[in-house]
């Protein structure tokens, strides 16, 4: 028997059609259970009250397919995927468990309270899509990714597989789909994404270079650092041997250590110069990459920039050099002082033995000339090793120029022409001769090495006023008047990256070995010293100007330099005889016997030891030490040292005058005394006045320290 769900037969009248559903009997299964069915009731045409009742065979699977969505659910229930099946409308008519806790939702809630697809889908609908398909396909599958929402209002992406099951006639009978929960793997992607993040963010943004090589050396893969080092951050580097990266002197060495890190072999860091503008020194690591039998597959090498460590290597190696040239000419000047002591010394014991009018005064004079100049030589190679003793005074620009143009013009060479251009009514400045002597040595020197092939050195003064500090072209300097020295070379100019930095220590554009990058800071920090202002102009090819403003010294203070300077010419002329007992000690003959017979000339009784430990000897015999009152040294002497005999002497008579003389500076030897010593210092050459006017003020209190 068929049960049928019918309506009346009265509603199926005129031309209406209606259509219900049912099951067979046990009759149309083999194996029994009930089987759906489909039956159409349409009027006959033509007749009255007649029907024509049709059993829809083709459609008996298709309803047969909805009533198995519900034993689908059921056996999808605890499934890793969600389902789901909708009607033509969107309302779930079937939902497996997983998908309803999924959107935290009762399964039965969502198919019997109507709830529709619409309902859960947050985002994700294309624009005029059906109701039970979210993508909007015209076919029966189809698929894509939407935005789930919870009933607590949780979110998530999920991906759908759909199949629209339709009726024979083209209308959606239901649609299904399995549902895949995106957020684990968005996680996991998300992590993924993080991690490359990571690692690109170390890989690139690493302050050494990180270069990835094949087993034949080709580079695979690269840092930023290591592009900026061979200029090339861009493409154009993946593909290429390492070797070829370096420059063409260095190419067969990397490729040699590449070779042997590939192998296996031991190998040591490499010292490599990379190619490129930079021309970056750098220290190569290697690190093999190798597969799980033991092969390699590669090397990771990292590359670190030691450039400016070599450069600072080279500067400390040419700060030792010159440390060593300074002490060497400290040495050589003091030797040299020695030998102009006694030959001044000796002019003047010869001078005293002449008048003006006899030929030999004339020759004897010209030999302490000479000596002098030679004097005047020794001090210029202490100012080369910064070893001069300061001692600013008034002074003018123009003798200091007159004094130095012979220095000059055989420093800068014969294919240089010297031209000095004096400014009129300069004025006086003050400074350390010495220095200022060093400051225009080493200007000329620079313009000397930016003329290789010849050209004009010139040097300018003149005064500046007041009123012109607002034209100048170096910006304002402090009210004032100053007196301006500049120096003007025709080489190769100063190129415009490097103008803010030549007056940095050790900054130099000379070859290795040809410059330790000292001069000109050396010549700014005299000048600052000094209270002066030092300003440069330069362009490639059109030569260099360095313009030095030194403040003018003003009238009174000039005066009084003056009158202390006469007062000096007046103490030169004084009487410098005296009484009293002198112990000179002097390890070379020449000075002490000039020094002896100077002193011995002017009144004194003189002892004379040649060596520190002769020295105290004799002051412990008989406490002879008492008798003496005034004790000269020399600093340097085989042995014990001026300092050292100093000391012990000390230790009995605390009181013992002392007057160091020194081919060095004061500096050099009172470092390694007690500050609260009452010494005195005569600088090495001087002449028999200077040593007499000097002894006489100790002998009688003249001059304290």
């Known amino acids: 028997m068929a049960t049928l769900d019918l309506e009346?037969?009265?509603?199926?009248?005129?031309?209406?059609?209606?259509?219900?559903?049912?099951?067979?009997?046990?009759?149309?299964?083999?194996?029994?259970?009930?089987?759906?069915?489909?039956?159409?009731?349409?009027?006959?045409?033509?007749?009255?009250?007649?029907?024509?009742?049709?059993?829809?065979?083709?459609?008996?699977?298709?309803?047969?397919?909805?009533?198995?969505?519900?034993?689908?659910?059921?056996?999808?229930?605890?499934?890793?995927?969600?389902?789901?099946?909708?009607?033509?409308?969107?309302?779930?008519?079937?939902?497996?468990?997983?998908?309803?806790?999924?959107?935290?939702?009762?399964?039965?809630?969502?198919v019997e309270g109507g709830v529709r697809l619409a309902d859960i889908i947050a985002?994700?609908?294309?624009?005029?899509?059906?109701?039970?398909?979210?993508?909007?396909?015209?076919?029966?599958?189809?698929?894509?990714?939407?935005?789930?929402?919870?009933?607590?209002?949780r979110r998530f992406r999920a991906s759908l597989i759909q199949n629209v099951i339709r009726e024979p006639g083209g209308g959606v009978l239901h649609a299904r789909a399995l549902v895949r929960d995106l957020t684990a793997e968005q996680d996991r992607a998300e992590a993924l994404r993080r991690s490359d993040e990571r690692f690109h963010r170390f890989f690139d943004e690493a302050p050494v270079g990180i270069v990835l090589v094949d087993a034949r050396g080709t580079i695979t893969e690269f840092s930023t650092a290591f592009g900026e080092m061979i200029g090339r951050p861009g493409d154009g580097i993946v593909g290429r041997g390492l070797a070829a990266c370096a420059i063409q002197e260095d190419r067969d060495r990397?490729?040699?250590?590449?070779?042997?890190?590939?192998?296996?072999?031991?190998?040591?860091?490499?010292?490599?110069?990379?190619?490129?503008?930079?021309?970056?020194?750098?220290?190569?690591?290697?690190?093999?990459?190798e597969s799980r039998d033991g092969a390699c597959e590669g090397l990771v090498v990292h590359t670190l920039d030691q450039t400016e460590q070599r450069n600072l290597e080279t500067q400390f190696f040419q700060?030792?050099?010159?440390?060593?040239?300074?002490?060497?000419?400290?040495?050589i000047a003091h030797d040299f002082n020695n030998l102009l002591t006694a030959m001044i010394g000796f002019c003047d014991l010869l001078l005293q033995r002449y008048s003006a009018?006899?030929?030999?005064?004339?020759?004897?004079?010209?030999?302490?000339?000479?000596?002098?100049?030679?004097?005047?030589?020794?001090?210029?190679?202490?100012?080369?090793?910064?070893?001069?003793?300061?001692?600013?005074?008034?002074?003018?620009?123009?003798?200091?120029?007159?004094?130095?143009?012979?220095?000059?013009?055989?420093?800068?060479?014969?294919?240089i022409t010297l031209d000095l251009v004096h400014g009129r009514d300069l004025g006086l400045i003050k400074a350390d001769q010495?220095?200022?002597?060093?400051?225009?040595?080493?200007?000329?020197?620079?313009?000397?090495?930016?003329?290789?092939?010849?050209?004009?050195?010139?040097?300018?003064?003149?005064?500046?006023?007041?009123?012109?500090?607002?034209?100048?072209?170096?910006?304002?300097?402090?009210?004032?008047?100053?007196?301006?020295?500049?120096?003007?070379?025709?080489?190769?100019?100063?190129?415009?990256?490097?103008?803010?930095?030549?007056?940095?220590?050790?900054?130099?554009?000379?070859?290795?070995?040809?410059?330790?990058?000292?001069?000109?800071?050396?010549?700014?920090?005299?000048?600052?010293?000094?209270g002066g202002h030092i300003f440069v102009d330069s362009a490639p090819g059109a030569g260099a100007t360095f313009t030095i403003y030194l403040p003018r010294v003003a009238a009174a203070e000039a005066a009084v330099d003056a009158d202390q300077a006469e007062e000096a010419r007046v103490a030169a002329r004084r009487d410098l005889t005296g009484a009293g007992t002198v112990m000179l000690v002097e390890d070379e003959d020449a000075v002490r016997m000039f020094g002896a017979r100077a002193l011995r000339n002017k009144g004194y009784t003189v002892v004379e030891a040649p060596s520190g430990e002769e020295?105290?000897?004799?002051?412990?015999?008989?406490?002879?030490?008492?008798?003496?009152?005034?004790?000269?040294?020399?600093?340097?002497?085989?042995?014990?040292?001026?300092?050292?005999?100093?000391?012990?002497?000390?230790?009995?008579?605390?009181?013992?005058?002392?007057?160091?003389?020194?081919?060095?500076?004061?500096?050099?030897?009172?470092?390694?005394?007690?500050?609260?010593?009452?010494?005195?210092?005569?600088?090495?050459p001087f002449t028999l006045q200077q040593l007499a006017g000097k002894v006489k003020e100790i002998m009688n209190g003249e001059t304290v320290r």
Not at 40 to 66: F, H, I, N
Request: glycine fraction near 12%; include cysteine.
């Open 434 to 530: 010495s220095q200022l002597e060093q400051v225009i040595i080493n200007l000329a020197v620079n313009a000397r090495d930016a003329m290789d092939g010849g050209g004009t050195l010139t040097i300018r003064t003149r005064a500046v006023l007041a009123g012109e500090l607002a034209s100048l072209p170096h910006g304002p300097l402090p009210p004032g008047e100053y007196v301006m020295l500049a120096v003007t070379d025709t080489g190769c100019g100063i190129s415009k990256e490097h103008l803010g930095q030549i007056f940095e220590p050790f900054f130099t554009t000379k070859a290795i070995g040809s410059g330790t990058g000292l001069g000109l800071s050396t010549v700014y920090g005299i000048v600052k010293q000094t």
């Open 615 to 684: 020295a105290l000897a004799m002051l412990r015999e008989g406490d002879r030490a008492s008798t003496i009152d005034v004790l000269i040294t020399d600093v340097v002497m085989p042995g014990m040292d001026g300092p050292a005999m100093i000391r012990q002497v000390r230790e009995t008579h605390p009181d013992m005058k002392v007057i160091f003389i020194s081919g060095y500076t004061e500096d050099s030897f009172r470092q390694r005394l007690d500050d609260s010593e009452d010494i005195h210092f005569l600088p090495k």
């Open 254 to 289: 990397v490729a040699q250590w590449v070779a042997g890190a590939v192998a296996g072999k031991d190998t040591q860091p490499l010292q490599a110069t990379l190619a490129g503008a930079k021309k970056v020194n750098a220290s190569l690591f290697a690190r093999r990459i």
């Open 319 to 331: 700060s030792q050099k010159m440390d060593l040239v300074g002490k060497l000419a400290g040495g």
């Open 8 to 110: 009346q037969q009265d509603e199926c009248g005129g031309q209406q059609q209606c259509a219900v559903e049912g099951v067979e009997g046990q009759r149309g299964r083999a194996g029994g259970g009930p089987l759906p069915y489909r039956v159409e009731v349409r009027p006959l045409s033509g007749a009255t009250r007649m029907t024509l009742w049709t059993l829809d065979a083709a459609a008996q699977a298709a309803v047969r397919e909805r009533v198995e969505e519900h034993h689908v659910a059921e056996f999808l229930g605890d499934a890793p995927l969600g389902f789901y099946a909708v009607d033509g409308e969107g309302r779930f008519v079937a939902v497996n468990d997983t998908l309803a806790r999924w959107i935290g939702r009762d399964r039965t809630a969502l």
């Open 357 to 415: 009018k006899d030929q030999s005064f004339g020759d004897i004079m010209q030999i302490k000339q000479n000596a002098n100049r030679a004097a005047n030589l020794v001090r210029q190679l202490l100012a080369f090793s910064r070893q001069q003793t300061l001692q600013p005074r008034v002074l003018g620009l123009t003798d200091i120029l007159a004094e130095l143009s012979h220095l000059l013009r055989r420093l800068i060479g014969a294919n």
């Open 123 to 153: 985002e994700g609908v294309r624009p005029g899509a059906p109701a039970h398909a979210p993508f909007a396909t015209d076919g029966n599958e189809s698929r894509g990714e939407v935005l789930l929402l919870g009933a607590d209002g």
